[in-house]
């Protein structure tokens, strides 16, 4: 555990307020679920909690048949990272943290799918990031949970109506299972 030095009082509700620069670091947005422990020695721990991240073992099986099916990699994301991938470029982004551009395609709740000469959306906030040839957000009960993911496989095939619905069928039982 890393000491930051900044002091927070609680207030009468019992409140403690995290600071922006903390927040902002640690990719905690206002609405954000935080899982509270604690320690037999007074330690008190907020730890960002992922309803999505509980089903990364499922998620990993899903995106094994995504693979096989459409022959593109595939991943599925929670609201900071990727917690499933397989396929060619699966260790260039399992447990990376997605990229800002792939946050606005969930933030819009709408489906994308690249189009040649078009904007390239990469997967992660890492240099040299695949890129998504399709991507569509996981919704359960109005909330964004995520995103479903078919990389760009490099060959310049691009991604058709079968793997844009598959990807959307995909993110809509994620959603399903999320509500349950």
Known sequence: MKATGIVRRIDDLGRVVIP????RTMRIREGDPLEIYTEKDGEVIFKKYSPMGEM???A?????????????????????????????????ILDRHISPALEE??????????????RKVPVTDAENSPTAAVAVP???????????????RGDGVRAGDVELKLATTVSG???????S
Do not use: N
């Open 173 to 179: 039982f994620l959603g399903k299972q999320m509500e």
């Open 60 to 92: 990993e099986q899903i995106c094994e048949s995504m693979h096989k099916t459409a022959e593109y990699a595939a991943a599925v994301c929670d609201r900071d990272s990727v917690i499933a991938a397989a396929g060619q470029g699966r260790k260039d």
């Open 20 to 23: 922006k620069e903390i927040r």
């Open 105 to 118: 395609i969930m933030e819009g709740r709408k489906a994308y799918r690249a189009d040649p000469g078009g």
């Open 56 to 58: 990364s073992a499922f």
């Open 138 to 152: 996981i919704l359960s009960e109005g909330d964004v949970l995520g995103c479903v993911v078919f990389l760009e």
